[in-house]
């Protein structure tokens, strides 16, 4: 009788194991993917990798972009809400920024905890990119989040 309660146990135990092994591995096919469709320049793939690996509640969240700039010293922010009707147009303009600041970059680092990921990008002149994104706890692990911190 201990014998197949310690086979149950070993079996949840792995269903687990493999559940959560299945969600890195997803995130990091995600997060790799996402690098080399910003490095294309072709709005119709941009808009494609949104539409199958992105949530349809991140899709239609209203876009807001802050930036903030660091020279000699003086800190200046700006923060600007992407107003355009159409929300997927919004993510397909951010993805023309994102390909014109890391179009052709190598990706440094990939590490992820739990459902989040961070992947560091050096897109060769100086420009170091950090890419947070957060993904769904329940299949088919889609993207729920993302933010950017980029800097030399």
């Known amino acids: 009788m201990k014998l197949i309660y310690t086979l149950i146990v070993l079996l949840i135990l792995n269903q687990t194991s493999l559940a959560q092994e299945s969600l890195t591995t997803t995130m990091e096919k995600r997060a790799r ?12 793939q ?3 990798f949104i539409k199958e690996n992105y949530t349809q509640a991140w899709i239609d969240k209203q876009q807001t972009m802050k930036v ?5 010293g003086n800190v200046s922010t700006s923060k600007e809400e992407m107003k355009e ?5 919004a993510k397909a303009k951010m993805f023309a920024r ?7 970059s190598k990706i440094i680092s990939i590490k992820s905890k739990d459902e989040n990921l961070e992947m560091v990008l ?7 990119g ?5 993904f769904d706890k329940n299949k088919p692990y889609l993207i729920d ?5 980029a800097g030399n």
């Open 130 to 134: 950090t890419f947070k994104l957060r």
């Open 122 to 128: 050096n897109n060769g002149d100086g420009l170091i």
């Open 98 to 104: 994102l390909h014109e600041d890391f179009g052709g």
């Open 85 to 89: 009707t159409d929300k997927l147009e």
């Open 46 to 48: 941009w808009i494609k």
């Open 68 to 72: 903030q700039s660091n020279e000699n």
């Open 145 to 149: 989040g993302l933010g950017i911190e």
């Open 33 to 44: 993917e996402l690098h080399r469709v910003i490095s294309l320049d072709d709005k119709e």
